[in-house]
Nanobody, 123 residues
Framework: QVQLVESGGGLVQAGGSLRLSCAAS????????MGWFRQAPGKEREFVSA???????YYADSVKGRFTISRDNANNTMYLQMNSLKPEDTAVYYC?????????????????WGQGTQVTVSS
């Protein structure tokens, strides 16, 4: 059974930093493309960042230069370092994974999802 468990969310002031983690089990983590999505109240789930098994990384324009995605294949864990946080980054952040496929920046391109972790940025 595949499990993705996010942690590291919380309340932070604008300009602050948080580091999200996604611990994966029940899947061949090394072979999966992994991604981060977020969903604010009343809005659709949106792409934040993704990392292929090759290590290639992708970012939404809104977070480019502020967020950094990484993965530790030895420990089946993915990270999202978030710096210079803004109030508009407030959302529930979800970890996602998929083994095959070409759709990278849409939720429908992923097979597995975590339960989400809340990130709240105060102004």
């Amino acid at each position: 059974q595949v499990q993705l468990v996010e942690s590291g969310g919380g309340l932070v002031q604008a300009g602050g930093s948080l580091r999200l983690s996604c611990a994966a089990s029940g899947l061949n983590f090394n072979s999966n493309t992994m991604g981060w999505f977020r969903q604010a109240p009343g809005k659709e789930r949106e792409f934040v960042s993704a990392i292929r098994r090759s290590g290639a990384t992708y970012y939404a324009d809104s977070v480019k230069g502020r967020f950094t995605i990484s993965r530790d294949n030895a420990n089946n864990t993915m990270y999202l370092q978030m710096n210079s946080l803004k109030p508009e980054d407030t959302a529930v952040y979800y970890c996602a994974g998929r083994l095959v496929g070409n759709i990278l920046m849409s939720p429908r391109g992923y097979d597995y999802w975590g339960q989400g972790t809340q990130v709240t940025v105060s102004s």
